[in-house]
């Protein structure tokens, strides 16, 4: 071992995600082989995380994005350059102490760091001498969009798919621009790029897949239940009323709020069509990655598409709106008091109204 907190040059295989491309899965399968994994040359360390790594993530944000991010509010630390170091040296630390000559870090915010975030991150993996291994999965923009509104509205969202996917998700979804950023900032020894499809994954296991990506050998994971189940579109809506009632009864701010207790409960009784944006809408969305996903293809491919299958559209609607007359349903299913549902219908009937009124274009 050397000194405490020195750190002989080490393979860092960096897990950046990004979200909803089965990271829970991955972290929780690390998590459980932890012992395994060191006993083959692989540190999946505890001071960043117990099971994803979000203080390392967080490390390298500057002030003002720090401020911005759920997860920092609940750290309440004492400022952030007291918290990076700490962080840092507990990471180095703990890499010196395992004297392993691989160190596994996931976090699916690392995918979206801006290039000052990445240069600070290089300036970390050139301390430990780190030659930086990342592996990413890559998921269909417009699947990816909608799960990803599926989850804000599980956290407090009040609008519309169609009004909050309007805005500019460019730092998100340009796949091409976002791996170049990190090639050219953090310079790694190899890039691992992975389509988030089942029928892509070694042996249709996401575990296996991700495990052979990484160049981890002699595990075998055990089969882990997936996380984040998928609403239908009633109940995605049945939420997003219940958010707006939390709002406008209780004040309550959107994107803060923890219903897990109500998706759990909806959760086996969601077996509808998913929601999707009205067609035109979706076919403008999927239009602007087009290019940047036919250069991450060849690039990383050698094929002309990044996403060849088909979208799904046989168990998807665009309709966005909630019958009044069933609110007594999912009320039930999720023990709600009797106090709350009239605002609540009130609030579905006039969501319904104004989903007519757009509808018909008045």
Not at 151 to 174: F, H, N, P
Not at 265 to 275: F, K, M, N, Q, Y
Not at 292 to 318: I, K, Q
Request: charged share 30%; hydrophobic share 35%; glycine share 6%.
């Amino acid at each position: 071992m050397g000194e405490p907190g020195s750190v002989v040059p080490v393979d860092l295989v960096l897990h950046l995600g990004p979200g909803k491309t089965g990271t829970t899965t991955i972290q929780r399968m690390l998590r459980q082989h932890r012992a395994e994994l060191a006993r083959q040359g692989v540190l999946y360390p505890v001071s960043p995380g117990q099971e994803r790594h979000t203080k390392f993530g967080l490390s390298f944000r500057g002030d003002a994005e720090l401020a911005k991010q759920p997860a920092w509010s609940r750290m309440r630390p004492q400022s952030p350059e007291r918290f990076r170091r700490r962080v840092h040296r507990l990471l180095r630390a703990e890499i010196a102490e395992a004297g392993l000559p691989c160190v596994l870090i996931s976090d699916e915010a690392l995918f979206n760091l801006g290039r000052d975030a990445l240069e600070r991150l290089r300036r970390f993996t050139d301390s430990v001498g780190a030659r930086v291994r990342p592996v990413v999965y890559l998921r269909r923009q417009d699947d990816h969009l909608l799960s990803l509104y599926q989850q804000q509205v599980k956290i407090g969202e009040t609008r519309r798919l169609t009004e909050w996917a309007a805005g500019d998700r460019t730092r998100i979804y340009d796949y091409a621009r976002r791996l170049a950023d990190w090639r050219d900032v953090v310079f790694p020894s190899t890039f691992a790029v992975r389509r988030f499809e089942p029928s892509a994954f070694r042996g249709g296991s996401l575990e296996a897949d991700f495990l052979a990506a990484a160049k981890v050998s002699g595990i075998t994971p055990s089969v882990t239940a997936r996380s984040n189940e998928s609403l239908d579109a009633e109940t995605v809506e049945f939420l997003r009323v219940f958010n707006l009632y939390e709002v406008e009864r209780h004040g309550e701010s959107p994107g803060v709020m923890d219903h897990r207790h109500l998706t759990s409960a909806l959760a086996g009784h969601s077996d509808g069509p998913t929601l999707t944006l009205p067609p035109a809408q979706l076919e403008s969305f999927m239009a602007r990655w087009q290019e940047p996903n036919e250069r991450v293809a060849r690039e990383h491919f050698g094929e002309p598409e990044l996403f060849p299958a088909p979208r799904r559209t046989r168990t998807t609607t665009h309709l966005q709106v909630l019958d009044p007359a069933r609110v007594d349903h999912f009320a039930d299913l999720c023990g709600l008091p009797e106090a709350v549902r009239e605002d609540l219908r009130s609030i579905a009937a006039r969501e319904a109204q104004s989903f007519a009124a757009r509808s018909s274009g008045r």
